[in-house]
């Protein structure tokens, strides 16, 4: 604790605090009910974007390079307002904890949890017609398509892509990076989820936030299939050696380029079988299986993903403790 006494704590023991943290407190809703959540101010700006140089009279031609050029300019004020705001708080004597508190806002463990969760409660609680209420705030395709076992599936691939996405990710990006790279990191996956879409109207506009996601993922996705597959080591009813010979076996064969290994790494460990053909927007997207287990997941499923889940998280702040020890622990 003597580490925080200091003006300028250890950035990786930071991180160590706000993945703690999150995990206690979560995303603080009460909070974000008063001011708007700062992932909020960025979708408002992207909408804005969207709205002022997306015009479908353009030519495609055009429309990409103004999505190019709103990419830049919004990862350019991420960036500069992550390293403004990082200067200015190690100005402060206790600049550390409000950095703290802001990091720990910009991971998703807590939440990723409790909406998997409430997906399994509404299908347990109130069937289909529950389950497919809730599931929709997790997944971009047509829930009304989906049957009971369609919604658990649902539930546990949102899991795993999104451990990659809301929590590894933005964890790397800030220990490798700061509050710049954690700003970056979170200003491009929300540009991808708003208009990373192949649909006419963002086909063109959305392809540098699409692009852009999927590089800054490629590292991200990987580890997340590596701690998922470790984690079926301790996980009930979970197999780490399928776990990591699905991931290796299947992961590439994923439409996106790094959704594939956790959600690869999680059908291999719980003996199911995920993706597979989808209906988004209005169309069917038929994607091979990863996996060799049984496409009829059930609640028990998804109860058996949040397990693996939680284990996953653990190991990662167990990771983080273990580089900040080799690092400074001499010093420590």
């Given amino acids: 604790m003597l580490l925080f006494a200091s003006s300028r704590p ?4 930071l991180l160590l605090a706000a993945l703690a943290l999150d995990m206690v407190v979560g ?8 001011v708007p959540h700062p992932v909020a ?10 709205r002022r140089l997306n015009r479908e009279r353009r030519s495609p031609r055009v429309r990409r390079m103004r999505g190019i050029l709103a990419v830049a300019a919004l990862v350019l004020a991420a960036a500069s307002l992550g390293f403004a705001l990082a200067v200015a708080l190690r100005a402060l ?8 508190a802001l990091v720990a806002v910009l991971l998703a463990q807590r939440s990723l949890f409790e909406h998997v969760a409430a997906v399994g409660s509404a299908l347990a609680q109130g069937g289909i017609v529950r389950g497919r209420e809730a ?9 009304q398509s989906l049957d009971e076992h369609g919604v ?7 899991l795993a892509e999104n451990f990659s996405d809301g929590v590894v990710a933005p964890a790397l990006y800030y ?22 879409h192949r649909t006419p109207r963002h086909l063109q506009f959305g392809w540098a936030a699409a692009r852009l996601d999927d590089l800054l993922n490629l590292v991200p996705a990987r580890l997340s299939g590596l701690l998922l597959a470790a984690a079926a080591l301790a996980a009930p009813e979970a197999h780490m050696l399928p776990a990591f010979r699905i991931m290796l076996r299947d992961a590439g064969k994923h439409r996106s380029p790094n959704a594939g290994w956790p959600e690869a790494a999680t059908a291999g460990a719980l003996d199911l079988a995920l993706a597979g053909p989808r209906r988004y927007h209005g169309e069917v997207v038929n994607d091979p299986w990863l996996g060799d287990g049984r496409a009829r997941a059930t609640i028990a499923d998804i109860t058996r993903a949040l397990r693996l889940y939680v284990i996953a998280c653990l190991l990662q702040a167990t990771a983080v403790l273990a580089v900040f020890l080799i690092i400074d622990g001499p010093r420590f």
């Fill in 27 to 34: 995303d603080l809703p009460e909070l974000f009910r008063i």
């Fill in 135 to 143: 599931v929709r705030h997790i997944v971009g395709r047509d829930p």
């Fill in 93 to 100: 004597r206790f600049g550390w904890a409000l950095e703290l």
């Fill in 41 to 50: 101010l960025v979708g408002r700006a992207i909408g804005w974007l969207d």
């Fill in 175 to 196: 220990a490798l990076f700061g509050l710049p790279g954690l700003f970056v990191y979170k200003t491009a996956n929300t540009l991808d989820s708003m208009i990373g």
């Fill in 152 to 158: 658990a599936r649902a539930a546990i691939e949102s």
């Fill in 10 to 13: 250890d950035p990786l023991l």
